[in-house]
């Protein structure tokens, strides 16, 4: 059988997204344009391998990112894992807004919570001259986020850390995505993620506040005076995140994604 008839045979009934993401699976495995797909005989071999491949997608539900081992993202190239957080557009749109505000020519970053480095390796690769630096609690999604850093050719240090603890410098601009989901939302969530991405990015305490509150009490001992802090927050956070962090930051605000819906906060230093 040819690639666009298994394709279109499995395609049958799909939602949208669902279809699109069967035809990134197709793309990256036979690493043919889709028009090219016709002319294309499978083997018995790569019938195998993509049926296989769209059970874990389709039947199992694991997500895409994981299948193909990677995932896109604002400039880079980003290889995922289970030890790490699925990098989300939301997120991309975040490194959109540091990029675009901080006026810096070598400007100093701190990304806390860096997980797969993709904020990290990012913005180092749009801004060859700042000097970024990359902490998380986990060795595994260390191990992950220092790949991403060689594979996209970008020096970044990495430091292995409960939140500040091993962290001794100054800063022009902290960011940070952490871990923001509440004990209900945790169990609310979608099983391609709560059966496939790890807890422990997740998390963020009963209220899901526990990770914003140490921030607002510790990020501006890290940061030079009138520096940028950049948070990535759940929809429903904003308003809580920015009163927390009012004592000890100047000029806090509240942002709306692509999607019209409070999702970052930023402020600056005293």
């Given at each position: 059988?040819n ?7 499995m ?13 990134w ?5 036979l ?29 199992i ?11 896109e993202?604002f400039?880079?190239?980003i290889?995922v ?8 557009v ?11 505000t ?58 292995q850390?409960d ?22 939302g ?33 990020a ?27 004592a ?17 906060v ?5």
């Open positions: 059988m690639a666009y008839d298994f394709f279109a045979n395609a049958q009934g799909l939602s949208h997204t669902r279809r699109n993401e069967l035809m699976l197709f793309r990256d495995a690493t043919l344009d889709m028009a090219n797909w016709a002319q294309y005989e499978l083997s018995n071999e790569e019938a195998l391998i993509l049926a296989q491949k769209a059970d874990r997608l389709l039947n539900g694991e997500p895409l990112a994981h299948i193909l081992g990677r995932t993202f400039w880079s190239n290889h894992t289970p030890d790490v957080l699925i990098p989300r939301e997120t991309e749109f975040l490194c959109d807004i540091v990029s675009r901080v006026d810096i020519e070598q400007a100093t970053i701190l990304d806390m919570c860096t997980g797969s480095g993709c904020i990290a390796v990012s913005l180092a690769k749009k801004h060859p001259d700042w000097s970024v630096t990359a902490v998380d609690i986990s060795a595994p999604a260390l191990k992950v986020a220092r790949q991403n850093a060689l594979d996209n050719g970008v020096k970044i240090e990495f430091i850390s939140m500040w603890q091993n962290v001794t410098k100054m800063y022009d601009c902290i960011i940070s995505n952490p871990p923001y989901i509440s004990s209900v945790m169990q609310e969530l979608p099983d391609s993620v709560k059966n496939f991405e790890p807890h422990l990015a997740l998390y963020g305490g009963e209220d899901g506040l526990d990770f914003y509150r140490n921030i607002a009490t510790n501006s001992k890290h940061l030079k005076k009138e520096g940028y802090l950049f948070l990535e927050i759940g929809e429903e956070q904003g308003e809580k995140v920015a009163e927390l962090l009012k000890n930051f100047d000029n806090v605000k509240v942002l709306k994604d692509l999607f019209k819906k409070d999702r970052y930023i402020a600056r230093g005293k």
